[in-house]
């Protein structure tokens, strides 16, 4: 079965660290998405690519890029982390007909 | 851009009808998505409407209408498996970029 997987799944680091989060997509699908989510809201755009070599700014990016080299892949990096950036972390794929989103079971990113 | 508001908390009985409700201003819109997410766990689709009306899908039905900015999902027969947080998004392009409310936490009791 298709599926949509992320790591890791846990992770606490130092302010300051670079962290990347992995996202790896079996659907086949050309849109992915990275959303981080907080106590209390909905979901929140982070990044987004409509393809291989596409990338795009969502509501909330600064201190966050990706990249994405082929279809199944985009990770997530934080350049230097906050603790602003603490939070959980979905990843999540679409295809061309309605647009629904597949997500990934979340990476929780605790940054001290 | 996009404004989405949703009750914060809602609280009903096994067994009866809740309706939850979502109001949305938005620049574009190419269709309304409801998604159910569990504690701890991932969102997972519910519903996509993006045109004016009622679609049912088993005891779950959402509605739309484009014209007041407005839609809401209508969970019949409630089950205690249905405490959940229920999260509103609008589709602003066709490409499926999404905006969410911040979500309704429905708590269901015996």
């Known amino acids: 079965d298709a599926e949509i997987t992320q790591s890791p799944r846990h992770k606490i680091t130092e302010t300051g660290r670079q962290v990347t989060l992995a996202c790896h997509q079996t659907?086949?699908?050309?849109?992915m998405f990275w959303y981080r989510q907080d106590l209390g809201h909905g979901l929140r755009l982070i990044h987004y690519s409509y393809g291989v070599q596409d990338t795009n700014k969502g509501e909330v990016s600064d201190g966050y890029s990706v990249s994405r080299s082929n279809t199944e892949d985009l990770p997530l990096t934080l350049e230097s982390a906050a603790s602003s950036q603490t939070s959980v972390y979905f990843c999540?794929?679409?295809?061309?007909?309605?647009?629904?989103?597949?997500f990934g079971e979340g990476s929780r990113l605790t940054v001290l | 851009g996009q404004n989405i508001d949703q009750p914060t908390e809602m609280t009903a009985t096994e067994g009866a009808i809740v309706q939850i409700n979502c109001t949305y201003q938005?620049?574009?819109?190419?269709?309304l998505f409801w998604y159910q997410q569990h504690a701890g766990e991932a969102p997972t689709f519910l519903s996509y409407n993006v045109l004016d009306g009622l679609e049912e899908k088993g005891r779950f039905s959402s509605f739309l209408s484009r014209s007041k900015g407005y839609s809401y999902l209508l969970l019949k027969e409630l089950q205690m498996k249905d405490s959940a947080s229920y999260l509103c998004?609008?589709?602003?392009?066709?490409?499926?970029?999404?905006?969410f409310g911040d979500g309704t936490t429905l708590t269901v009791k015996p």
């Open positions: 998004a609008v589709k602003g392009t066709n490409a499926g970029k999404s905006t």
């Open positions: 999540a794929s679409s295809g061309y007909t309605t647009g629904e989103l597949f």
């Open positions: 659907w086949n699908h050309n849109n």
């Open positions: 938005t620049s574009g819109f190419n269709g």
